[in-house]
């Protein structure tokens, strides 16, 4: 495949969209960022910035003179933002885009029983297998994350965590080996993805900043609080089914317990070190270390 220049990241304004807008001035690629009509985000001025209302015709147009187009979009709700994928991969593909990175960024949608974890990731599958049918025209590239880290921190409660309060939920002990990607790392792996557009076109990708637990996150913010937290104790099958519960019901963001749970390794979907391999190596992507993202989130 020739190598990419030109890249536009849709969703530019929201968390990953920023990160990625980022390492890819960083990496200097250039970088032209897309929100819709109403948004109010800035972005940096290294990059343009375009609007469109999300009709094919206008994101042919937008899409057209772009190497690779990368989708940043987020949904927790089935059939809404995330089912629109395949909407922009037309559009790249009629205006002759090269590579188009669906939304991913979190747990392993290779594995075809992650939507019955977490009810969403029906969209982000039906995206990839609709690229399969389509890579003779573009080629894809679908970035796993596992957990990420940093975002998930800032959530009081999610994963057990709330660090205002100095408090803690442990799951099954809290041994449980996961995969943690900072913000930044994911658009730092997109940015070295497309660096490589021969080696990573139509794979599934696996990154992350470290492999952690539990009991080491606890012990991190620990030292860099310089004081213990009040911890109390859970099961995974409760956190998940306590989301589960939630969704049921109509309250959608329950879904976050489900995440938590599929991260904690409710249905084996959250440590693809060990099943999946890691391409950080082959991209050129240091892993990070846990105590300095501790006090790096800490200090923000």
Not at 1 to 13: C, D, F, K, R
Not at 89 to 95: E, F, L, P
Not at 189 to 195: Q, S, Y
Request: hydrophobic content about 40%; charged content about 20%; glycine content about 10%.
């Amino acid at each position: 495949m020739s190598s990419i220049h030109n890249v536009l990241v849709v969703g530019a304004g929201g968390n990953v969209g920023r990160s990625t807008v980022r390492a890819l001035l960083d990496e200097g690629f250039k970088v032209t960022g897309l929100t819709r009509e109403s948004s109010t985000a800035s972005l940096p001025a290294e990059a343009d910035h375009v609007r469109s209302d999300f009709s094919l015709g206008s994101l042919t147009d937008v899409f057209k003179g772009q190497d690779a187009v990368i989708s940043t979009i987020s949904s927790v709700t089935p059939g809404t933002a995330l089912a629109s994928q395949n909407l922009l991969v037309d559009a790249a593909i009629a205006a002759q885009v090269k590579v188009f990175c669906p939304s991913e960024f979190g747990i392993d949608t290779a594995d075809s029983s992650a939507s019955s974890y977490i009810p969403f990731l029906v969209d982000k599958i039906d995206t990839v297998s609709y690229l399969k049918k389509h890579q003779n025209k573009i080629s894809w590239i679908a970035v796993i994350t596992g957990c990420m880290f940093d975002w998930g921190l800032r959530i009081p409660g999610f994963g057990g965590w709330d660090i205002s309060k100095r408090s803690a939920t442990i799951f099954d002990g809290g041994d449980i080996p996961f995969e943690a990607t900072n913000l930044d790392q994911v658009g730092k792996a997109l940015a070295k993805c497309l660096k490589n557009p021969g080696r990573t076109a139509n794979r599934h990708v696996y990154v992350n900043s470290f492999t952690v637990t539990q009991n080491e996150v606890l012990k991190a913010l620990e030292r860099a609080k310089g004081e213990k937290f009040n911890v109390t104790n859970s099961t995974v099958d409760e956190l998940w089914q306590d989301g589960a519960n939630q969704v049921k019901e109509g309250q959608v963001l329950g879904v976050l317990k489900m995440i938590a749970g599929a991260v904690y390794g409710k249905g084996n979907l959250a440590n693809f070190s060990k099943s999946r391999g890691l391409w950080n190596e082959k991209l050129g992507l240091p892993q990070e270390d846990l105590d300095v993202s501790i006090q790096m989130f800490l200090s923000n």
